[in-house]
């Protein structure tokens, strides 16, 4: 396949060819470049609709202006080709979920790993994700493997609405989603479980108290963190701060979100 670079040659400068991004999230039929330079802006138009050429399923082309921030970890996005729209759907490990990528969190790199997630999930667990988003955790842990039941907690109420829709689209009957602070409604539950998805990597160690209130006797717990590469440990330093007695599963980098840095699991089983 031609590359989206030597697409452009002929229509960019050597220089402007030099800064050009390399990577690109797809999210459903949107493409998003995360970084795009200022001196590639008076020819962004140009450079998505060959971005949508270039690949049929893409039919609108944006970029982020504002990076993750705010309680509910959304960006702000401009479209620069395509499409004049922000939802669009999704589809991963056998699931399916709608979403407005501008109003929701969604990390299409996480595919993988939510995928191990799964497969690790043995029969008839209680499973319990935290910061659910727009559902793809729980639908993805529902569609690939033989849980008993799947509960989401997620604050953000539009997210949260997707989701409800999504557990309808994918015809689950074993995913249970609650709108709300994970802290309040998580107690409200009343109810214990085998294994506890800790998917807010700034702060997740921030919640680990309720997750231990919320765990089942050796339950299994996983704790995403964003560290330096050679800080890996700090993780893990995160756990044994506020867990007396666990055993260590795993510790996996999950995929580079800054240059030296990643997003980390620490997988542990509590004893």
Same mark, same amino acid.
């Given at each position: 396949?031609?590359?989206?670079? =030597? &697409?452009?040659?002929?229509?960019? &400068?050597?220089?402007?060819?030099?800064?050009?991004?390399?990577?690109?999230?797809?999210?459903?039929?949107?493409?998003?470049?995360? @970084?795009?330079?200022?001196?590639?802006?008076?020819? @962004?138009?140009?450079?998505?609709?060959?971005?949508?050429?270039?690949?049929?399923?893409?039919?609108?082309?944006?970029?982020?202006?504002?990076?993750?921030?705010?309680?509910?970890?959304?960006?702000?996005?401009?479209?620069?080709?395509?499409?004049?729209?922000?939802?669009?759907?999704?589809?991963?490990?056998?699931?399916?979920?709608?979403?407005?990528v501008e109003k929701c969190y969604f990390s299409p790199?996480?595919?993988?790993?939510?995928?191990?997630?799964?497969?690790?999930?043995?029969?008839?667990?209680?499973?319990?994700?935290?910061?659910?988003?727009?559902?793809?955790?729980?639908?993805?842990?529902?569609?690939? &493997?033989?849980?008993? @039941?799947?509960?989401?907690? @997620?604050?953000?109420?539009?997210?949260?609405?997707?989701?409800?829709?999504?557990?309808?689209?994918?015809?689950?009957?074993?995913?249970?989603?609650? /709108?709300?602070?994970?802290?309040?409604?998580?107690? /409200?539950?009343?109810?214990?479980?085998?294994?506890?998805?800790?998917?807010?990597? /700034? &702060?997740?160690?921030?919640?680990? =108290?309720?997750?231990?209130?919320?765990?089942?006797?050796?339950?299994?717990?996983?704790?995403?963190?964003?560290?330096?590469?050679?800080?890996?440990?700090?993780?893990?330093?995160?756990?044994?701060?506020?867990?007396?007695?666990?055993?260590?599963?795993?510790?996996?980098?999950?995929?580079?979100?800054?240059?030296?840095?990643?997003?980390?699991?620490?997988?542990?089983?509590?004893?």
């Amino acid at each position: 396949m031609v590359s989206l670079r =030597d &697409s452009l040659k002929g229509r960019l &400068s050597s220089k402007e060819l030099e800064v050009l991004p390399r990577a690109f999230d797809i999210i459903g039929n949107i493409a998003i470049f995360s @970084e795009f330079p200022k001196e590639l802006e008076k020819k @962004e138009k140009i450079i998505g609709n060959v971005l949508i050429k270039l690949n049929k399923n893409i039919r609108t082309v944006a970029k982020k202006t504002k990076v993750h921030g705010g309680k509910y970890r959304t960006k702000k996005i401009k479209i620069i080709a395509g499409e004049d729209k922000k939802e669009t759907l999704h589809k991963e490990n056998g699931a399916a979920v709608k979403l407005d990528v501008e109003k929701c969190y969604f990390s299409p790199r996480l595919g993988s790993e939510r995928l191990r997630i799964a497969r690790l999930v043995k029969r008839g667990e209680d499973i319990l994700v935290m910061f659910s988003g727009v559902g793809i955790y729980p639908l993805v842990i529902a569609k690939n &493997s033989d849980a008993k @039941e799947v509960y989401g907690i @997620e604050l953000n109420p539009i997210a949260h609405r997707y989701a409800a829709e999504n557990v309808r689209l994918n015809k689950t009957r074993n995913v249970f989603l609650i /709108k709300g602070d994970v802290k309040k409604e998580a107690a /409200k539950l009343k109810k214990k479980f085998d294994r506890i998805i800790m998917p807010l990597p /700034k &702060s997740a160690g921030d919640f680990l =108290d309720c997750a231990l209130a919320a765990a089942k006797k050796n339950a299994v717990i996983h704790l995403y963190d964003f560290e330096h590469e050679d800080e890996i440990e700090n993780a893990l330093e995160k756990v044994k701060n506020k867990v007396r007695k666990f055993k260590l599963l795993n510790v996996v980098k999950c995929g580079q979100y800054a240059p030296g840095a990643y997003r980390v699991c620490v997988d542990f089983k509590l004893q």
